[in-house]
């Protein structure tokens, strides 16, 4: 489930800016140039250790992906943690459980697209992954 509404629209990417993640930051102008700002916006409230861990991800994910998962998760933690079991960016949901698939079950054919698509679902909503949608990509974790 999408929680922000800048990562459904793609605006984050068009516009340059950083959405306002936990308590209120404003958007930044020229984020990529100013990684200390960047971190100031998203978590303008963590000690120094937890800015220093967020700065590592912000620089490896990007700081769309990383404010998204900040904005679901609310907990710098459990959104660092999500990071650790990033599956990837992809399409659409077919290609990601195609992948899946092919690596779980090597002997079959690769099966429909209807059926990737069911499969995909299951996983969704037995809670093994979760997924965030920005822009045309939608990015996929695994659940911890």
Do not use: N, Q
Request: net charge negative; with cysteine.
């Amino acid at each position: 489930m999408i929680h922000h509404d800048l990562a459904t629209t793609g605006e984050v990417e068009r516009a340059g800016k950083v959405p306002a993640y936990g308590r209120g930051a404003p958007p930044i102008e020229g984020c990529a140039r100013d990684l200390a700002a960047v971190v100031e916006a998203l978590a303008p409230w963590a000690p120094p250790e937890d800015r220093k861990r967020l700065a590592e991800a912000v620089s490896l994910r990007g700081v769309a992906l990383v404010g998204a998962l900040l904005d679901r998760f609310e907990d710098l933690d459990e959104a660092l943690a999500g990071l650790e079991d990033y599956a990837g960016a992809f399409d659409d949901l077919i290609a990601f459980v195609g992948d899946v698939a092919a690596a779980r079950f090597p002997f079959l054919p690769t099966p429909a697209d209807d059926v990737l698509a069911a499969y995909g679902a299951s996983l969704i909503a037995r809670g093994e992954v979760f997924p965030l949608r920005l822009g045309d990509d939608l990015h996929l974790f695994w659940s911890v």
